[in-house]
């Protein structure tokens, strides 16, 4: 077991804990047209597939069960018609995700990452150079931080970035938070990412002495590793400062790893809805020059709960929809607020505050 998390380790990780929407914000590589593929071809993938599932899945009996499910259909002629990678990926990935039902496992048409994985393992420098440049473009998923009435601190993040190169943004807004009476992190458009910025954001809500938040268990390797609240941070710390997680359908892998960091330790109240299931981290693997798969290669293992929330996502504990979360948690948030505020002028405002957002949330007909 390891509470730090080492470099090498890291980069033999090409995109850990990330749902498929964040990618699509930041993946426009050119890529070439497609060539049709003949029976060998398509094959050589279906068996190549089998094999690294078998050999690389989280669960072994799973991943020798959906090898011989797309062999077989290989035999049955049910892949015949599929004559482009690209539909061919697309089919496999069905085909596979009706077994594992796992949304972590992907199957893609992507000849510029299939290139880079045969050339360098899947460290390539101007892939990595160009996804950076993007998401900074983006501000790391740092998409909007500001203060709600009543000092209520609000970041809207959409998702995770490595603190290898998003480090010094995300202490500014945290930075940003540090005088708040409350904070509401919301995370209902937010599909994961690095669990390294999971731990670096955790961090700020517990004090200087270390907090097991989760581990990760590796297959390929067969070892675990911990991930702790950090010992030092840039900035202020507010260990005491009530926290508000909003979450929807579409809260995804990294992120509710966050939530269910938070949750288990009851460090947060969670709002909105419950989050889409995600809990195992991945690798990417070559499987010919056009098609790479994306297979989950681990399982999260909360040291609390000593399981995870993989097909059954995190239950909120205010249950509302997505689009009333905010207000929910808001109005939640100044309650609070009131009740430890001995300022009668400061009260009186928060109470303004409230009865305004209970309008909102229940307009007069």
Not at 169 to 183: E, F, I, K, P, R
Not at 184 to 192: A, E, K, Q, T
Request: charged share 25%; net charge neutral.
């Amino acid at each position: 077991m390891i509470k730090t998390c080492q470099k090498g380790f890291f980069l033999s990780i090409a995109i850990l804990f990330i749902w498929a929407s964040v990618w699509a914000q930041v993946d426009s590589a050119p890529r070439r047209a497609q060539s049709s593929m003949d029976d060998a071809a398509k094959k050589a993938v279906v068996d190549t597939i089998a094999e690294l599932l078998e050999d690389n899945y989280v669960y072994p009996e799973t991943g020798e069960e959906m090898g011989r499910h797309i062999r077989q259909r290989w035999k049955a002629g049910e892949y015949s018609r599929f004559t482009m990678p690209a539909s061919l990926a697309s089919r496999l990935q069905s085909d596979l995700r009706d077994i594992s039902h796992d949304l972590h496992l992907r199957v893609r048409y992507d000849p510029a990452t299939a290139a880079a994985l045969l050339r360098g393992g899947g460290d390539d420098a101007e892939l990595h150079r160009r996804r950076v440049e993007r998401e900074r473009r983006i501000n790391f998923g740092f998409e909007r931080i500001e203060r709600l009435a009543g000092n209520v601190g609000y970041l809207d993040l959409r998702f995770f970035a490595d603190t290898a190169y998003a480090r010094d943004t995300a202490a500014a807004a945290m930075g940003l938070l540090a005088g708040s009476d409350a904070v509401i992190f919301d995370l209902r458009s937010n599909g994961g990412g690095s669990p390294r910025m999971v731990q670096f954001l955790c961090s700020y809500f517990f004090g200087p002495e270390p907090v097991h938040l989760n581990s990760l268990y590796w297959r390929p390797s067969d070892r675990t590793d911990e991930f702790w609240t950090l010992e030092e941070l840039p900035g202020k710390r507010f260990p005491d400062t009530d926290l508000y997680v909003l979450t929807s359908s579409r809260t995804f892998s990294g992120a509710e790893e966050f939530t269910y960091n938070m949750k288990n330790l009851k460090r947060a109240t969670i709002v909105g809805e419950t989050t889409g299931g995600g809990a195992h981290p991945v690798n990417q693997k070559p499987v010919n020059d056009q098609i790479v798969i994306t297979i989950p290669v681990g399982r999260a293992i909360n040291p609390i709960s000593k399981t995870n929330w993989e097909g059954v996502g995190v239950e909120p504990d205010v249950a509302v929809s997505r689009d009333d979360a905010l207000a929910t948690a808001h109005l939640k948030a100044l309650k609070k607020i009131l009740e430890r505020s001995t300022d009668a002028d400061w009260k009186r405002q928060l109470q303004g505050y409230i009865r305004q957002i209970e309008r909102d949330l229940a307009p007069i007909k």
